[in-house]
């Protein structure tokens, strides 16, 4: 017994010795309070499965966080234990791959001590640990041979994981378990038992399909999965009897569009864009900060995830990939338009985990049921998928009205199998500058957009000679999709998907896409470049006195922190004079020297590309720019009169930018907060029942003023649009001919008054307060399209009116009276 207890000693040393070599481990939740490990009770480490490998890599970070290892003994109340592990696997012997369930004796002589003492408890530790972290995929060869996936090895296999894949060996330490409240709740000892081993058995399969990803079958098994599943065979079987053809040749074209459609996810291209992105951020970018991944990693043990970003780049959906898959979670499935299947890089894509979507499925219902019912598999086969719910590329910098079409493809799937609950991850990412940022001004001043291609994307490769700051990625709060019907829809579960949805669904779904966007928007960073922008790009010249620069960040620090747009938004620097310096080390802006102070200056065409990243969290300071906006120039209004005007010129903005307070009380709490702290910095004076902006000509006049910039374009934009309404009169213009021509004007108007942002004249933005207000009934529709209005209009023109400057007021009225 001696002999064998120091042969297992010296094997061991031996094998970490080994181990030491040729691994290299990362640490999934490292916090050394994460376990949150009671020293005082006994513990016992549960691996997934039997192997010598695992043990040893675990008695190896065991001994480096400073935690008992699982070498050790076990003493007990009324034994010991030789080891303080078990496995809930084992592989058969001799033959085969399979793996069974193992009847581990030392959980039973666990429980069993646990039932015959009361006032004792046994903490379960769950270790999960990953080589290589490769979904299975039975066609490649490499894989059967030296991957880990969800089929147990034998030794030799093993081995090779070992050598090749030992560089990429994750190991996650869970939260142990009280085996003390399974042995109560159970009614013997042999019941605590199984149940113990069936939940640690659900623990590792959650874990597992978080981190690698479920079992991935060959793409044309899924495809003829997808052929042969009822939804698409009826299809088939209608189109075959409306086009008289047979049903064969429709079986064809189903197989065909699925082929389109379909990812080939492999993971040697996953690893090669890992190190070839690795390569490209380092290029391109200074740095990628995340904010908020535990939140993910949490959600993801338990939820299909899928991931609704803004869309702000091409690079969007690389860097959400890479920075999950550096996270020790698998990337997901990225619904891409069909115009990214290009050659060679549509092969790329797709092997990335990219499918391909047409731009439009109306014409073609046989393609929109596999494409739906592809949607389906991925969702209830636990495949982590990614879509862009804004439908494409915002050209302005701010988030888009969300498009229904793939929330609707979501919502049906759960309402069809809703076994396994989803979780929509909104997740913001925030660019310093960005790489199509000259495309995209060209565009807004009407260009034409230029198709993608393989020569355009070579051409492009130049920009790895230019460097573009660094990129926030924040994850916001999660929206889970069952609790949202339950709300939304109460009687989702019943609705009939053979039949146009109800009403109520329609609504529920297009709620779920404004909660979706308001929560992406809830996520936003502001960093030093949205900060910078915020100020410079509120003055003529674009500059500004050094000094006030310096205050005018300050405010807008001390307002993020006071009175924060949300509990998920972040701030990436909190030192005003060290984003004046980020700015100027990275030539977003420039110093003038000058003996009476020094100023600071961005050229015009950095100024039209930080226009673009002071938009993506412009919505920030929305709520506090309208305060100031009401009361500046010194104007002096009542409380009450105050409160209403806020009221009724928020759903203009709300509409606009995605604004999260959405009732009565919501809206008044975060204007006193907000107002509580314009007051405290000196822009607003209270005075009794009266509010006033700060004197004039004074630093705080000054920054309230600047401030107020944020709104005043808006104000500008609602104002000239209301005006072209009225001048022309009841029944004159439709909603298409008024976006028209509030267009245009807008366009003239931002040329002649150098207001250098193209989204102020764009058309989606017009067409958003143009819907908004229809929606609140201040304009009407008639049987031949012409609008009508009345005097809730009237007043809402007069309320505009009163805000803006005496000059642009006077300059609006002239442009639109040329119109009629």
Request: glycine share 4%; charged share 25%.
């Amino acid at each position: 017994m001696n002999f064998w207890f120091g042969f297992d000693r010296l094997f061991f040393f031996f094998a970490r010795l080994f181990l030491k070599w040729c691994t290299r481990v990362t640490r999934l939740h490292e916090d050394d309070d994460s376990t949150q490990l009671d020293p005082r009770r006994p513990i016992i480490y549960v691996l997934r499965e039997a192997s010598l490998a695992d043990l040893a890599v675990l008695d190896r970070e065991t001994r480096q966080l400073g935690l008992p290892s699982p070498l050790e003994k076990c003493a007990l109340p009324d034994r010991q234990l030789r080891r303080s592990f078990f496995y809930i696997y084992k592989r058969k012997p001799l033959v085969g791959r399979e793996r069974i369930a193992g009847n581990s004796r030392r959980l039973q002589d666990v429980v069993a001590s646990l039932a015959a003492h009361p006032d004792q408890d046994v903490q379960l530790v769950p270790v999960a640990l990953f080589w290589g972290r490769r979904p299975e995929k039975e066609n490649s060869l490499w894989r059967i041979m030296f991957s880990d996936n969800w089929s147990a090895p034998g030794v030799i296999k093993k081995f090779f994981i070992i050598l090749t894949q030992g560089r990429q060996l994750f190991i996650r330490v869970s939260p142990p378990m009280s085996l003390r409240q399974l042995v109560d709740e159970s009614s013997s000892p042999e019941r605590a038992t199984r149940k113990a081993q069936r939940i640690l058995r659900v623990h590792f399969r959650r874990q597992r399909e978080a981190v690698i990803g479920p079992d991935l079958s060959h793409r044309r098994t899924l495809v003829n999965t997808l052929v042969d599943s009822a939804p698409v065979r009826e299809a088939i079987a209608r189109c075959a009897a409306e086009h008289g053809d047979s049903y064969e040749k429709h079986e064809q074209n189903a197989r065909r569009y699925a082929m389109e459609i379909a990812a080939d996810y492999s993971h040697t291209v996953i690893r090669f864009l890992e190190l070839l992105l690795d390569w490209v951020w380092n290029r391109l970018y200074s740095g990628l900060r995340v904010y908020n991944m535990q939140k993910l990693q949490d959600i993801a043990e338990n939820h299909e995830i899928v991931y609704a970003p803004c869309h702000r780049s091409h690079a969007d959906y690389l860097l959400l990939s890479f920075l999950l898959y550096r996270n020790g979670l698998v990337p997901p499935h990225i619904a891409a338009g069909i115009n990214l299947n290009l050659p060679v890089v549509g092969t790329i894509l797709r092997r990335g985990g990219a499918f391909f979507m047409r731009r439009s499925f109306k014409d073609n219902p046989l393609y929109a049921t596999v494409f739906n019912e592809y949607i389906h598999v991925m969702l209830t086969r636990g495949y982590p998928v990614e879509y862009f719910v804004e439908g494409g590329r915002s050209r302005s910098g701010r988030m888009l009205s969300p498009r229904p079409g793939m929330l609707k493809m979501t919502v049906e799937s759960f309402v069809r199998d809703s076994h396994k609950p989803i979780a929509l991850v909104p997740v913001y990412i925030g660019y310093e500058k960005l790489i199509e940022g000259q495309t995209y001004i060209g565009e807004l001043h009407g260009k034409k957009k230029q198709k993608e291609s393989v020569f355009g994307l070579l051409k492009s490769l130049s920009i790895l000679r230019s460097r573009f700051g660094q990129v926030h990625v924040n994850f916001g709060d999660p929206l889970l999709l069952k609790p949202f019907l339950d709300d939304a829809a109460p009687l989702w579960r019943d609705t009939d998907l053979s039949q146009p949805l109800p009403a109520t669904m329609k609504q529920a779904i297009t709620t779920l896409g404004l909660d979706v966007v308001t929560r992406i928007n809830a996520a936003a960073v502001a960093n030093p470049i949205n900060l910078l922008g915020l100020a410079l790009l509120a003055t003529r010249k674009h500059t500004m006195d050094e000094a006030q620069l310096r205050r005018q960040l300050e405010l807008y620090i001390t307002l993020l922190q006071q009175a924060p747009y949300s509990d998920g938004s972040a701030l990436a620097s909190n030192d005003a004079a060290a984003i004046i310096e980020y700015g100027l080390d990275n030539d977003f802006l420039h110093r003038i020297e000058h003996p009476m102070g020094n100023l600071l200056q961005v050229d015009n065409i950095t100024a039209l590309q930080m226009a673009y990243v002071r938009n993506n969290s412009l919505h920030l300071f929305v709520l506090p720019g309208l305060l100031c906006a009401l009361v500046k120039d010194a104007r002096s209004i009542h409380e009450s009169h105050f409160h209403r005007l806020v009221e009724l010129l928020y759903p203009f903005f709300q509409s606009e930018y995605f604004l999260p307070w959405n009732s009565p009380q919501a809206l008044r709490d975060a204007t006193d907060a907000t107002l509580a702290v314009l007051i405290k910095q000196g822009l607003i004076v209270k005075d009794e029942q009266f509010l006033r902006g700060a004197t004039l000509h004074s630093m705080e006049s000054d920054l309230l003023d600047h401030l107020g910039q944020t709104v005043s374009q808006a104000l500008e934009r609602y104002y000239l649009t209301i005006r072209l309404l009225v001048q022309h009169g009841v029944g004159a213009l439709s909603a298409e001919d008024l976006e028209e021509l509030a267009q245009q004007t807008a366009q003239r108007l931002s040329l002649l008054y150098e207001f250098n942002s193209p989204e102020f004249f764009d058309r989606v933005v017009l067409r958003t307060f143009i819907q908004q207000l229809q929606r609140s009934g201040m304009i009407s529709v008639d049987d031949d399209q012409r609008l009508g209005f009345d005097d809730r209009l009237l007043a809402l023109d007069d309320e505009a009116r009163r805000i803006l400057s005496p000059s642009l007021r006077q300059a609006i009225v002239r442009l639109t009276q040329r119109t009629q």
